[in-house]
C-alpha cells in the first residue's frame, strides 16, 4: 500500500495492476447504478476524459445494467468537433457507449457554437433532462490539481467552483491549454451521490499527496475540494 495520508473518511483503493484496478471500479459503479435503478427510473454516470479510464470504459460497457435507463455525460469537453483527435466525446463512444452499454442515453456537452460562449445555452437544454444530484461521477486528475476542466489558471475558476452557483456548466479559458473547455460546475460535481478519483502513476501519487497538504486552498488545487469523505480513490502504478 503507498505511504499516503488521505483525509479521514476518503477510501483508497490500490493495486499494482492497472487493469485490475479498472476492473474494481467498474464492478463498483455498476453495482451503485444498479441499485439506483432499483430506487429510481432512470440513473446518471459522469465520466471523465483520457487514457486513464480506457480500461475502465471497456469493464463497465460489458455490465449487465438496464443501460437504456442510464444517462451518461462528460465531467468536462473540449470545444472540439466530434471526431477531432482531443474529443471526449468521440472517446467515450468509442469506448464506453458500445456492447451493453450502447443503450445509454448520451447528453453532449459540445453543442453547435464558435466558442463555447455561443454554445453553453444548447448545452443546458441538453442537460435539462439530467436529475439532479447525480449518482456517479468518475473523476481525473492533472498534475497541476485540476480535474474536470476546473484549471487553476482559468480566469472562469471563482464562478465555477462557486459552492453557491446553481448553474450546470461553466464555460474554461485555461491559458495552459490549447482549447477552450465547457466543464460542469463544482456544485454539480461536488453533490454526487457516489464519487471515484481514478488515477494512474506515481506521478498522480505524488500531486494527491501535495493536493492534500493543504485543503482549504481549493483554487491552487482544484482537486481539493472533492477530497472529503464519501470519496474513494482507485490507483495504480
Keep these: 500500500m503507498p505511504d499516503i495520508r488521505l483525509p479521514e473518511g476518503v477510501g483508497f483503493h490500490a493495486d499494482d495492476n492497472a487493469g485490475r484496478v479498472a476492473r474494481a471500479l467498474a464492478s463498483t459503479v455498476a453495482d451503485v447504478l444498479a441499485s439506483r435503478l ?16 480506457l480500461p475502465f470504459f471497456k469493464a463497465l460497457s460489458d455490465a449487465d445494467l438496464d443501460w437504456s435507463r442510464v444517462d451518461v455525460v462528460l465531467a468536462d469537453e473540449r470545444w ?52 439532479l444530484p447525480v449518482d456517479v461521477v468518475i473523476l481525473g486528475m492533472g498534475n497541476d490539481g485540476h480535474t474536470a476542466s476546473l484549471f487553476p489558471d482559468a480566469p472562469e475558476l471563482p464562478e465555477a467552483m462557486d459552492e453557491f452557483n446553481t448553474g450546470l456548466v461553466a464555460a474554461m479559458t485555461p491559458e495552459s491549454q490549447p482549447q477552450p473547455r465547457v466543464t460542469l460546475t463544482r456544485a454539480v460535481l461536488a453533490q454526487a451521490r457516489f464519487t471515484a478519483l481514478h488515477l494512474k502513476g506515481e506521478d498522480k501519487l505524488d500531486t494527491l499527496r501535495r493536493a492534500c497538504s493543504a485543503l482549504d486552498d481549493v483554487f491552487a488545487m482544484p482537486v481539493r475540494a472533492f477530497l472529503k469523505p464519501g470519496l474513494e480513490v482507485f490507483w495504480s502504478p
Design 38 to 53: 432499483e430506487q429510481a427510473s432512470r440513473a446518471s454516470l459522469v465520466v471523465s476524459g483520457g487514457s486513464t479510464p
Design 80 to 131: 472540439v468537433p466530434e471526431g477531432d483527435p482531443a474529443s471526449n466525446t468521440t472517446l467515450v463512444r468509442n469506448n464506453l457507449l458500445v456492447g451493453r452499454a450502447a443503450k445509454a442515453r448520451y447528453l453532449a456537452l459540445k453543442q453547435p457554437g464558435e466558442i463555447p460562449d455561443q454554445g453553453l445555452e444548447a448545452v443546458r437544454q441538453a442537460l435539462s433532462v439530467l436529475v
